[in-house]
């Protein structure tokens, strides 16, 4: 679990306020139920490759420094 804090982490220190969208996603929240619940300030096309971003960001950071 610690590992993960720490991605979470490292993940939110490049796109602000992004562990609240990472602790949704672990928890198993689909794309449209994150854009639901997290105010993004963006439109549901532009939230969704966000959300994709974060997710590829955070797995690419996971595979380098923690796999």
């Known amino acids: 679990m610690m590992t993960i804090k720490n991605l979470i982490h ?3 220190n490049k796109y602000p306020k992004t ?3 990472l602790n949704l ?3 198993g929240y689909q794309k449209k139920e994150i ?4 105010d ?3 439109g549901k096309t532009q939230a969704y490759s966000y959300i ?3 997710q590829k960001y955070a797995k690419d950071l996971y595979d380098d ?3």
């Not at 854009?35 to 997290?38: D, G, I, L, N, S």
Request: no cysteine; proline share 0%.
């Open 10 to 12: 490292e993940v939110s």
């Open 40 to 42: 993004l300030g963006r």
């Open 35 to 38: 854009f639901q619940q997290v």
């Open 65 to 67: 420094k923690y796999h």
């Open 19 to 21: 562990d609240k969208i």
């Open 52 to 54: 994709d971003k974060i």
């Open 25 to 27: 996603i672990i928890d």
